[in-house]
């Protein structure tokens, strides 16, 4: 006999009859998991029943992680990208395996994963036999990966708590700013037109607009107002520990965007053509609510963050533009407004920024460059002002 008990707040026991003991009271395996609702809580039934009937099951307090590793692997197929899998099962092989692969998963603890992140700080760190130490973001890699297969022991009933939500995530060193010329910016341009229509509308839209990776994977067609030509901005989407949708910002501020009249055509034109394909389709996230993703594919799925830097270095191999980062166009949208003499109030409200002394730390040197240039304007009218005066005399 088996069957489901409703815990509260989308969490359900799973309940399976092994048998009885010897005074006839039922002998039950149990595993508590989170599901949209009490259908899907039934499928999860019939697969943990199977897994007891057929003697596969093991017992929380008694799978290692090593033992858990198949499932996390099965786990992450649909959620992750293959070449993000790779990676990750690569650091699992060669990291994370060898050293805490016979631990338990119910005793592994927080101070486990702060020790493993500080062992990768050490010298001699590195797999391929060269000298110096890990990189920060190599680092980080790493934890997201222990990270990633504790929060699949979660989801799937294993362990209550991830340990690894105790420990900060490795910093990543600050990356150089660096950004497109008016040239560099206009070539870009230009060779958007040999790509799909959804990607030259996505990389018009970062340039113009300023927007991050995650909030141009999060815009929903209810933030754009053609008419009235403005998008707002007031989700974001993250795929650092899986595809998340949060309700808000990077910086916790919404922020209402005007948007120029080619970019308000653009997509004008690609919700046409969505529509003609029958392609917005809704898509029920964790908030189990409906939403119509602009950058979606033909289930309404949104669109990957970090599969955006990825086609994005393809395109710039691809046509032999300089190669700069994603996030370095939000750069470079501030820099071609700072070189138009746009007021700093009015970037600073269109990248979302916290206050404008954000705005200024890290755009100061343009900032600079612009008001040297501006100085041209003085020298050229105190110029012709003293001609004239000579010429009067």
Known sequence: MSYVESRGK????????????????????RKTVQAKNITEARKMLSVFEAEVNSGHYLKPTDITLKQFHPKWVEYIKGVQTPATRASNEQIMDNRILPKYGH????????????NFVNDLKKDGRRLDGKKGKLSASTIRNCYKTFHSVLQSAVDLGVIKENPADS????KLGKSKTDVYTKEETALMIEQLDHVPFRWKLLIILAFTVGAREGEIAALEWKHIDTKNQTIRIEQSLSDEFGLHLKDTTK??????????????????????QKTKDKNIVPYT???????????SNLEGKPIRPDSISQWWRRFTNK?????????????????????EN??????SG?????????TMNVYGHFLEEADEGAVEYFDKFLEKKKETQEKQS
């Open 103 to 114: 631990v338990k998963l119910s005793t592994l603890k927080p101070m486990h994963i702060f």
């Open 342 to 347: 746009v007021q700093s109030k009015i970037i």
């Open 251 to 272: 910086t916790d501020r919404d922020r209402m965007v005007k948007i120029p009249t080619a970019l308000s055509d653009l997509l004008d034109q690609y919700h046409k």
């Open 350 to 358: 269109r990248l979302g920024h916290s206050n404008i002394q954000t």
């Open 285 to 295: 996230f964790e908030d189990d609510m409906e939403h119509l993703f602009i950058f």
């Open 167 to 170: 420990v900060k995530a490795p």
């Open 10 to 29: 989308g969490k359900y026991r799973l309940n399976v009859t092994i048998g009885t003991d010897e005074k006839g009271y039922a002998i039950r395996e």
């Open 319 to 339: 046509y032999k533009l300089r190669h700069i980062r994603f996030h370095d166009l939000r750069h470079t949208s501030a820099t071609f407004l700072i070189n």
